[in-house]
């Protein structure tokens, strides 16, 4: 390098900002740390390598020992036991010592020469009797740990042996014990011998065997000896393998039993209990089970292992046979036998009721052969879940729960805690709560796992669940304490309302009492309920209701999953309770607004809210996707009839604004004959569509002489149409309606006899009916209310058929209350139709007409009838009626309304014209005014009308027979009188008859001179009847 003329040396600096001895530091224990780790590897890779060749050593010492005690034995014993005597067995022979130490499982000549050792020692006892004796000698205390020690190691190479063999000797593992000689027989029977339970080393050799994991051995030899787990094999007598089962499992918790807690996994809950149908392959073990309190035994076993007992179980077989599904079958199973023993019930059944809930909670939701209503917003528990479930395994689950096992699980709950017969003031106990607590969280499971038809009868006829569920809830209510249930914190949040779970179970199952249960049953004998205690439900119900929907919704988003609880149950999450309880309580206020409209026991403003009733509700109401439009749709028997009248003729009048219905926009305009109403009604508007029947509509009249009468329809004409229309239509003379003896309308269940195309009339029916209520025309059409329920698209029951038929009603009921023997009554399952003289018999189930009607199955019978007038004769000609009426009335606006409530959409009040309201509602033209004299004179005449002349008067007026049903305030546009003439009229003119115009609402009223002279001309202008050529 060339001098820069700098002399002193340039300082170099790092960048790094260390030193390099601080960098050569770090280096060096980095090397040193690593280093250390490697010879540290070095050093367990050793003592593994000496571990392993110790092992291998000592594993081929031992084995080449047992080959050397293995060849002096046979030489010493014979390879056939040719020297094998009695004394061999004894605590001072060499016989047992070196076979249980040479014996090797896999090799098959050490398994035969146990079997034959077996056998030898089998026909010893039995010669002697004393097996004690045989092993131990004259005294047993003296060699009692060599004696013990050899018999627990006997006994489970012996299960050992059956267990490697069992696919071998697969059909002999479920046979008797009769055929001694077969190996698997044999090698079982000398377990039996060697655990007797009166032997004194029972508890420690069975004791042994559970350390030794027995259940597992026994589910493997069960499991091969069964053919097929699904059909059940019959053996005439008690099998060694049961015995050997039975000894074990009866042994285990008895006293004086000191045998050491066996791990969950290894258990016989988890291993045995899990097998698929065990009891009807084991059906000697299943009495044994059920008759020695075992059932209280391991069920209180599983409880405690709660909730981890699910993660134990095997799920070996297939994935149709998943472990905790086929261990709730067989505890379902056996609960019923279990649960019925006075002593064991109270203390076993919450602990049954713990585990088989949690169990339950795991299945997949069972499919139900009959479609029902679900709740919409019902979460998805099972949308993850695909396993499906065996058929037979389903079976079997929903069998169990029969009304024997609830009846039996109820009264053991409810022993000596819940009393149905007064009610405690200061709440219920702590028994109560948990009682209640308890039974409601396993029904509550069960109703949303099984189908509900399969359980809810027995449950409703065969307990008392009813009445003591009430009595609670009306005791929490009374009290103002609701309790928190305390012993299920792992079941049910402590945020959720204390009566969300007793309702959420209450509800069904007295909705469906309420179902099948007659008029007199309710009204006069108060059953199950009294009427003031129903008064008192409508209103716990209606609160609750109205904080699930309102107060505490519980929807949760779409995309948010449903979490579960503490415990990991789904469907006792609190969201699917409430979801669930919204629906149910919904479903049971609906009954009870039935039963009070059939027969008046309450008022109906005890089903409304009054916070319903602000005009911020109302305002909402009409616009989906609103919390008071979702509450109106759920639960519209909380908003007052009034508030959804409005509400619904709200909807109306936006339907009609998007549909452009005016007269100005008018496209169909048809000519009708008077005398031919429905005969060219039909020809001509049965082919709009239902966007046509949607828009206006207008009509001209054809009189008898084939003249076209004056008037332009402005909408009156129209009104008038309809009007008519439906009387002609709905008259029983023209066949498609029959009337009941209180002249109510139905559908003709003959009509296909009276007319080709009745079914079409029918859809023309249902478009006229709802497009008299799409404008707001009110027609005089009064129709049988299980007729009207077919608008809602409901089912009707026993209780709707005196509204169709009171004698065969009564004659249903006397079979219901008869005491004798009914098979002697000569009754089938058919039913005999008479339709205008024409006999025909149906069947009401297949091959009817060869099944008597008995004590057993009268109650079927009874509903079928009913089932059969009220829905199935009429199911074509109703199903054509409603799919013409929704053509223009939407389903969620007529499901705000219960039938009697429909009826007065329909018709209106059946009250007399309220004239006072008329009169205040009235505007005047041409010189009236509401004091004028004359005006005066018109009110008080029209007041002094009969009821049917002011029903002439208003169809004369605006074209119907009855007002608007919220009142002549909502009539469009307002009545008006208008003068027709000067005042100073004479003559002529005060010779004419009052004239109106419909389309307007407007009365043409002369200035009469006298009272007699206007109401003279009134009612000869109202009974002239023609038509508008009076106008």
Same mark, same amino acid.
């Given at each position: 390098?060339?001098?820069?003329?700098?002399?002193?040396?340039?300082?170099?600096?790092?960048?790094?900002?260390?030193?390099?001895?601080?960098?050569?530091?770090?280096?060096?224990?980095?090397?040193?740390?690593?280093?250390?780790?490697?010879?540290?590897?070095?050093?367990?890779?050793?003592?593994?390598?000496?571990?392993?060749?110790?092992?291998?050593?000592?594993?081929?010492?031992?084995?080449?020992?047992?080959?050397?005690?293995?060849?002096?034995?046979?030489?010493?014993?014979?390879?056939?036991?040719?020297?094998?005597?009695?004394?061999?067995?004894?605590?001072?022979?060499?016989?047992?010592?070196?076979?249980?130490?040479?014996?090797?499982?896999?090799?098959?000549?050490?398994?035969?020469?146990?079997?034959?050792?077996?056998?030898?020692?089998?026909?010893?006892?039995?010669?002697?009797?004393?097996?004690?004796?045989?092993?131990?000698?004259?005294?047993?205390?003296?060699?009692?740990?060599?004696?013990?020690?050899?018999?627990?190691?006997?006994?489970?190479?012996?299960?050992?042996?059956?267990?490697?063999?069992?696919?071998?000797?697969?059909?002999?593992?479920?046979?008797?014990?009769?055929?001694?000689?077969?190996?698997?027989?044999?090698?079982?029977?000398?377990?039996?011998?060697? /655990?007797? #339970? &009166?032997? +004194?080393?029972?508890?420690?050799?069975? %004791?042994? =065997?559970?350390?030794?994991?027995? !259940?597992? @051995?026994?589910?493997?030899?069960?499991?091969?000896?069964?053919?097929?787990?699904?059909?059940?094999?019959?053996?005439?007598?008690?099998?060694?393998?049961?015995?050997?089962?039975?000894?074990?499992?009866?042994?285990?918790?008895?006293?004086?039993?000191?045998?050491?807690?066996?791990?969950?996994?290894?258990?016989?809950?988890?291993?045995?209990?899990?097998?698929?149908?065990?009891?009807?392959?084991?059906?000697?073990?299943?009495?044994?089970?059920?008759?020695?309190?075992?059932?209280?035994?391991?069920?209180?076993?599983?409880?405690?292992?709660?909730?981890?007992?699910?993660?134990?179980?095997?799920?070996? /077989?297939? #994935? &149709?046979? +998943?472990?905790?599904?086929?261990?709730? %079958?067989? =505890?379902?199973?056996?609960?019923? !036998?279990? @649960?019925?023993?006075?002593?064991?019930?109270?203390?076993?059944?919450?602990?049954?009721?713990?585990?088989?809930?949690?169990?339950?909670?795991?299945?997949?939701?069972?499919?139900?052969?009959?479609?029902?209503?679900?709740?919409?917003?019902?979460?998805?528990?099972?949308?993850?879940?695909?396993?499906?479930?065996?058929?037979?395994?389903?079976?079997?689950?929903?069998?169990?729960?029969?009304?024997?096992?609830?009846?039996?699980?109820?009264?053991?709950?409810?022993?000596?805690?819940?009393?149905?017969?007064?009610?405690?003031?200061?709440?219920?106990?702590?028994?109560?709560?948990?009682?209640?607590?308890? /039974?409601?969280?396993?029904?509550?499971?069960?109703?949303?796992?099984?189908?509900?038809?399969?359980?809810?009868?027995?449950?409703?006829?065969?307990?008392?669940?009813?009445?003591?569920?009430?009595?609670?809830?009306?005791?929490?209510?009374?009290?103002?304490?609701?309790?928190?249930?305390?012993?299920?914190?792992?079941?049910?949040?402590?945020?959720?309302?204390?009566?969300?779970?007793?309702?959420?179970?209450?509800?069904?199952?007295?909705?469906?009492?309420?179902?099948?249960?007659?008029?007199?049953?309710?009204?006069?004998?108060?059953?199950?309920?009294?009427?003031?205690?129903?008064?008192?439900?409508?209103?716990?119900?209606?609160?609750?209701?109205?904080?699930?929907?309102?107060?505490?919704?519980?929807?949760?988003?779409?995309?948010?999953?449903?979490?579960?609880?503490?415990?990991?149950?789904?469907?006792?999450?609190?969201?699917?309770?409430?979801?669930?309880?919204?629906?149910?309580?919904?479903?049971?206020?609906?009954?009870?607004?039935?039963?009070?409209?059939?027969?008046?026991?309450?008022?109906?403003?005890?089903?409304?809210?009054?916070?319903?009733?602000?005009?911020?509700?109302?305002?909402?109401?009409?616009?989906?996707?609103?919390?008071?439009?979702?509450?109106?749709?759920?639960?519209?028997?909380?908003?007052?009839?009034?508030?959804?009248?409005?509400?619904?003729?709200?909807?109306?009048?936006?339907?009609?604004?998007?549909?452009?219905?005016?007269?100005?926009?008018?496209?169909?305009?048809?000519?009708?004959?008077?005398?031919?109403?429905?005969?060219?009604?039909?020809?001509?508007?049965?082919?709009?569509?239902?966007?046509?029947?949607?828009?206006?509509?207008?009509?001209?009249?054809?009189?008898?002489?084939?003249?076209?009468?004056?008037?332009?329809?402005?909408?009156?004409?129209?009104?008038?149409?309809?009007?008519?229309?439906?009387?002609?239509?709905?008259?029983?003379?023209?066949?498609?309606?029959?009337?009941?003896?209180?002249?109510?309308?139905?559908?003709?269940?003959?009509?296909?006899?009276?007319?080709?195309?009745?079914?079409?009339?029918?859809?023309?029916?249902?478009?006229?009916?709802?497009?008299?209520?799409?404008?707001?025309?009110?027609?005089?059409?009064?129709?049988?209310?299980?007729?009207?329920?077919?608008?809602?698209?409901?089912?009707?029951?026993?209780?709707?058929?005196?509204?169709?038929?009171?004698?065969?009603?009564?004659?249903?009921?006397?079979?219901?209350?008869?005491?004798?023997?009914?098979?002697?009554?000569?009754?089938?399952?058919?039913?005999?139709?008479?339709?205008?003289?024409?006999?025909?018999?149906?069947?009401?189930?297949?091959?009817?007409?060869?099944?008597?009607?008995?004590?057993?199955?009268?109650?079927?019978?009874?509903?079928?009838?009913?089932?059969?007038?009220?829905?199935?004769?009429?199911?074509?000609?109703?199903?054509?009626?409603?799919?013409?009426?929704?053509?223009?009335?939407?389903?969620?606006?007529?499901?705000?309304?219960?039938?009697?409530?429909?009826?007065?959409?329909?018709?209106?009040?059946?009250?007399?014209?309220?004239?006072?309201?008329?009169?205040?509602?009235?505007?005047?033209?041409?010189?009236?005014?509401?004091?004028?004299?004359?005006?005066?004179?018109?009110?008080?005449?029209?007041?002094?009308?009969?009821?049917?002349?002011?029903?002439?008067?208003?169809?004369?007026?605006?074209?119907?027979?009855?007002?608007?049903?919220?009142?002549?305030?909502?009539?469009?546009?307002?009545?008006?009188?208008?003068?027709?003439?000067?005042?100073?009229?004479?003559?002529?003119?005060?010779?004419?008859?009052?004239?109106?115009?419909?389309?307007?609402?407007?009365?043409?009223?002369?200035?009469?001179?006298?009272?007699?002279?206007?109401?003279?001309?009134?009612?000869?202008?109202?009974?002239?009847?023609?038509?508008?050529?009076?106008?």
């Amino acid at each position: 390098m060339f001098f820069s003329g700098d002399a002193s040396a340039r300082k170099r600096v790092d960048l790094g900002g260390r030193s390099s001895k601080e960098r050569d530091r770090q280096m060096l224990l980095d090397q040193t740390r690593l280093e250390r780790k490697r010879r540290l590897g070095l050093r367990q890779q050793t003592s593994a390598a000496i571990k392993i060749q110790k092992c291998f050593r000592g594993r081929k010492v031992v084995e080449m020992e047992r080959s050397k005690v293995r060849e002096q034995f046979y030489l010493t014993f014979g390879n056939h036991c040719q020297w094998v005597d009695r004394h061999c067995f004894g605590s001072n022979s060499e016989f047992l010592r070196q076979l249980l130490f040479f014996f090797n499982v896999s090799n098959t000549n050490d398994v035969s020469f146990l079997t034959l050792t077996c056998n030898l020692l089998l026909q010893y006892v039995r010669e002697s009797g004393d097996i004690v004796n045989l092993f131990a000698g004259i005294d047993y205390s003296e060699n009692k740990f060599l004696v013990e020690h050899r018999v627990k190691k006997l006994a489970y190479i012996c299960l050992h042996a059956v267990y490697r063999s069992r696919n071998l000797w697969k059909n002999q593992l479920l046979m008797p014990s009769k055929h001694s000689t077969m190996p698997a027989i044999v090698l079982l029977e000398t377990v039996v011998c060697l /655990i007797n #339970p &009166e032997l +004194p080393w029972v508890c420690n050799v069975v %004791g042994y =065997l559970q350390q030794k994991e027995v !259940f597992s @051995l026994l589910r493997g030899i069960i499991l091969t000896g069964v053919k097929n787990v699904k059909t059940p094999e019959a053996h005439g007598s008690l099998s060694s393998l049961e015995h050997v089962l039975t000894l074990i499992a009866s042994h285990v918790g008895q006293h004086p039993c000191c045998c050491s807690t066996t791990d969950p996994k290894w258990s016989f809950p988890s291993q045995l209990l899990s097998i698929p149908f065990l009891w009807h392959h084991l059906t000697y073990f299943k009495d044994v089970f059920s008759a020695k309190g075992l059932g209280k035994l391991y069920i209180k076993q599983m409880a405690l292992c709660l909730p981890s007992c699910a993660s134990v179980l095997p799920n070996d /077989i297939s #994935p &149709e046979y +998943p472990g905790y599904a086929c261990l709730l %079958g067989n =505890l379902l199973e056996a609960a019923t !036998f279990v @649960l019925s023993e006075p002593k064991f019930a109270s203390d076993t059944a919450v602990d049954f009721v713990a585990v088989s809930t949690f169990l339950l909670d795991a299945l997949p939701t069972f499919k139900s052969p009959v479609t029902e209503r679900q709740v919409e917003d019902d979460v998805m528990m099972d949308e993850e879940v695909k396993e499906t479930l065996s058929i037979d395994l389903e079976r079997q689950i929903s069998v169990a729960i029969d009304s024997r096992l609830l009846q039996h699980l109820v009264n053991a709950l409810f022993r000596d805690t819940l009393h149905t017969g007064y009610t405690n003031r200061d709440g219920p106990s702590d028994e109560e709560v948990e009682a209640v607590g308890y /039974i409601c969280a396993f029904l509550h499971v069960t109703f949303s796992t099984l189908p509900l038809e399969r359980v809810i009868t027995g449950l409703a006829y065969r307990t008392e669940i009813v009445p003591a569920l009430w009595n609670f809830i009306k005791e929490c209510n009374e009290s103002q304490r609701w309790p928190f249930f305390s012993k299920l914190m792992a079941h049910i949040p402590g945020d959720a309302p204390g009566w969300l779970l007793p309702l959420a179970v209450f509800c069904p199952v007295y909705k469906h009492m309420l179902t099948i249960t007659d008029n007199e049953e309710f009204y006069e004998q108060e059953k199950p309920l009294s009427l003031k205690d129903i008064r008192s439900l409508i209103i716990i119900l209606k609160q609750a209701l109205w904080q699930l929907l309102w107060t505490i919704p519980a929807h949760l988003p779409a995309t948010q999953k449903v979490l579960t609880n503490a415990s990991g149950l789904t469907k006792l999450s609190v969201e699917n309770i409430k979801s669930r309880a919204r629906q149910l309580i919904s479903d049971l206020l609906t009954k009870l607004q039935d039963w009070n409209n059939r027969r008046s026991f309450t008022s109906p403003s005890d089903f409304h809210i009054q916070e319903a009733t602000s005009e911020n509700f109302v305002s909402q109401a009409i616009l989906v996707n609103t919390r008071a439009n979702e509450l109106l749709k759920l639960a519209p028997f909380l908003v007052p009839f009034t508030i959804r009248v409005r509400i619904f003729t709200s909807q109306l009048a936006a339907s009609r604004q998007r549909s452009g219905s005016h007269p100005a926009l008018t496209r169909h305009r048809f000519k009708i004959r008077r005398d031919r109403i429905l005969e060219d009604a039909f020809n001509q508007l049965s082919v709009l569509s239902e966007e046509d029947l949607r828009g206006s509509i207008r009509v001209s009249f054809v009189n008898e002489l084939g003249v076209e009468e004056a008037g332009i329809d402005g909408g009156g004409i129209f009104k008038d149409f309809m009007e008519n229309i439906t009387q002609a239509a709905f008259d029983i003379q023209y066949g498609l309606f029959k009337e009941t003896t209180d002249h109510l309308l139905y559908p003709n269940p003959g009509s296909g006899l009276v007319h080709e195309q009745h079914l079409q009339y029918f859809h023309f029916l249902g478009s006229l009916l709802g497009k008299a209520m799409y404008e707001g025309i009110l027609v005089d059409i009064p129709f049988t209310t299980f007729f009207l329920s077919k608008l809602k698209q409901k089912h009707n029951y026993l209780n709707d058929l005196p509204s169709l038929d009171p004698e065969l009603y009564r004659h249903l009921l006397f079979l219901k209350r008869y005491q004798g023997d009914i098979s002697e009554l000569e009754l089938y399952f058919v039913i005999i139709n008479n339709e205008y003289g024409e006999q025909t018999e149906e069947e009401l189930v297949p091959g009817g007409k060869d099944i008597r009607v008995t004590n057993d199955n009268v109650i079927p019978f009874i509903h079928l009838v009913a089932n059969h007038r009220l829905n199935y004769q009429i199911r074509h000609q109703s199903l054509h009626f409603l799919r013409g009426f929704q053509q223009l009335i939407q389903k969620e606006w007529i499901d705000m309304f219960n039938e009697h409530e429909i009826q007065l959409l329909i018709s209106g009040s059946l009250e007399s014209m309220d004239v006072d309201d008329l009169r205040s509602n009235t505007n005047y033209a041409g010189g009236y005014h509401a004091d004028h004299h004359i005006i005066e004179m018109f009110w008080e005449i029209v007041k002094s009308f009969s009821v049917e002349h002011q029903k002439k008067f208003l169809k004369f007026v605006t074209g119907c027979s009855r007002g608007p049903l919220l009142g002549f305030k909502y009539l469009e546009p307002k009545f008006c009188i208008q003068r027709a003439g000067s005042l100073d009229s004479t003559g002529e003119d005060l010779d004419r008859l009052p004239t109106s115009a419909t389309c307007m609402n407007l009365l043409k009223l002369p200035p009469y001179r006298s009272n007699e002279q206007m109401r003279t001309k009134l009612i000869y202008a109202l009974n002239a009847e023609a038509g508008f050529d009076l106008s």
